[in-house]
């Protein structure tokens, strides 16, 4: 009888042996934007649970953090009139990094650019190129330094500032995703948050043990112009293609220059940022897209980011640390690697 | 011989039907074409459409929403969202996909087209 159980046992581990990496999938929308994650593990509770952790940990983000959901803590300190607003640890250090974020670019990725996001309309029915008085009544309003961070998780915005966290929320939440991927042994996950994407882990679909992560054409965003291979970082896109109008033969998009009011016009479609820390990584792409090939250039070399710079012309400049990682895929669709 | 290893003639009844399960478990693969792209149509949780690409196909697919409504064409081994009511058009500029991995989505509509296949170069796209 014994010897009868074993045989049955040997027979169902040779029935399962080509089943030895469980593999757990979830779709879903948070943060104004689709996501997707998939969790390859040994085990598949394990990789079904961290797929259910990931989830739920981001949609508590969202309630957190969005400025468009009533019941958020951002959306109680923009409705405070100037008034100090406690506001959960979560949230406060989110809003500390932005502030920081801030400064350490000088204004050039700024949380409190919603004024003129609202007012420009973009992605909405009725985008439009506003009044120029209406824009400098906007630029009132905007400037990280009207966020005044108080001890014990207090905030309090000034000159009728609105906070705005969509610049390093999906960043936030990668950090968070790679935090509970660090927590499980043995798995490897490769989260889609938006422009967002995270490759942690070995991959298992590839020798190398890499993610291979394109870099959209901002022309032709089903194709790409380059591929970073990562492994444990995130690789993080901004560009002027995904929300934008035309009037009068013009593109306006939606990552405005907190300087002028305007759409930023440095001559660059996108940039991309390759880094650990994904909120850096998310801030970084906004200010650099705002500082321009120049500046941006010499601000990632400064700092040994890894940074890809596609501009107008359709150019590709990558900074010095970004190395091997990256791969230039360009040619067909017209670009130079000039890197 | 059987006595010599314990086994009793009812036990190749059970290595039959343990057999007989893993060749119907591993029939799908066998007959499906090596690295079919398929294209795949969601909209929230629920499966729109799911056809396996091959050239001289033509479809055209309309998903209507509450407010927003999507027109998807499949041509050959291609498909893109041919037109769009919702304000961002950014379904219809993400292009024609044409390579497993790809995806296109319209938010508002909460629809996402992706092409599935072997051959997939990329792990994501960045956009």
């Known amino acids: 009888m014994k010897t009868r159980w074993l045989a049955g046992l040997a027979a169902a581990a040779a029935l399962l042996a080509g089943c030895g990496r469980a593999e757990s999938s979830s779709d879903f929308y948070a943060m104004d934007t689709f996501m997707s994650v998939t969790v390859y593990g040994s085990k598949q509770e394990t990789a079904q649970a961290l797929t259910t952790s990931i989830e739920q940990e981001i949609n508590a983000l969202d309630r957190a953090l969005s400025r468009h959901r009533t019941e958020s803590e951002i959306s109680a300190l923009n409705a405070a009139e100037g008034m100090v607003v406690t506001v959960s640890d979560e949230t406060y250090a989110a809003i500390e990094r932005a502030v920081q974020f801030a400064e350490w670019t000088d204004g050039a990725y700024d949380p409190?650019?919603?004024?003129?996001?609202?007012?420009?309309?973009?992605?909405?029915?009725?985008?439009?190129?506003?009044?120029?008085?209406?824009?400098?009544?906007?630029?009132?309003?905007?400037?990280w330094q009207n966020i005044e961070l108080f001890p014990d998780n207090r905030v309090c915005l000034h000159n009728g500032a609105q906070l705005d966290l969509g610049g390093i929320g999906k960043g936030w939440a990668t950090d968070k995703v790679h935090a509970l991927c660090a927590d499980t042994l043995g798995v490897s996950v490769l989260a889609r948050l938006g422009g967002n994407i995270l490759g942690y882990g070995e991959n298992p679909n590839s020798k190398e043990g890499t993610w291979?992560?394109?870099?959209?054409?901002p022309d032709d965003q089903a194709n790409v112009v380059a591929a970073v291979a990562v492994r444990d970082e995130s690789v993080v896109t901004s560009g002027?293609?995904?929300?934008?109008?035309?009037?009068?033969?013009?593109?306006?998009?939606?990552?405005?220059?907190?300087?002028t009011g305007y759409p930023a016009d440095s001559g660059l479609r996108s940039v991309t940022v390759?880094?650990?820390?994904?909120?850096?990584?998310?801030?970084?792409?906004?200010?650099?897209?705002?500082?321009g090939l120049d500046k941006g250039m010499a601000f990632a070399r400064e700092h040994e980011l890894k940074a890809i710079f596609v501009t107008s012309d359709k150019q590709i400049y990558t900074s010095p640390a970004m190395g091997a990682q990256y791969t230039f895929r360009g040619e067909t669709a017209g670009y130079t690697d000039a890197s | 011989m059987l006595r010599k290893f314990g086994l009793r003639p009812g036990d190749w009844a059970i290595f039959a039907c343990v057999l007989a399960l893993a060749a119907a478990a591993g029939l799908p693969f066998l007959f499906a074409p090596a690295g079919a792209l398929t294209c795949e149509i969601m909209q929230d949780d629920t499966l729109v459409r799911r056809v396996v690409l091959a050239e001289g196909y033509h479809d055209t697919i309309t998903i209507k929403g509450e407010t927003v409504t999507?027109?998807?064409?499949i041509d050959g081994k291609t498909v893109h969202f041919a037109q769009s009511d919702c304000p961002d058009q950014v379904c219809v500029r993400t292009g024609t996909l044409t390579r497993a991995g790809q995806l296109a989505v319209c938010l508002p509509n909460r629809v996402v087209v992706r092409l599935i296949g072997a051959g997939q170069e990329f792990d994501a796209v960045a956009s």
Not at chain 1, 117 to 136: F, H, K, N, R
């Open chain 1, 112 to 143: 409190t650019t919603a004024p003129l996001s609202d007012l420009w309309g973009i992605g909405t029915e009725a985008p439009a190129v506003p009044a120029q008085a209406d824009i400098d009544d906007a630029l009132t309003r905007v400037g």
């Open chain 1, 212 to 217: 291979n992560i394109g870099v959209a054409d």
């Open chain 1, 240 to 259: 002027d293609y995904e929300r934008f109008f035309e009037q009068d033969g013009r593109r306006y998009h939606h990552i405005f220059d907190p300087e």
């Open chain 1, 274 to 291: 390759v880094s650990a820390d994904s909120t850096e990584a998310d801030a970084l792409t906004t200010a650099l897209f705002v500082m």
């Open chain 2, 70 to 73: 999507n027109v998807i064409e």
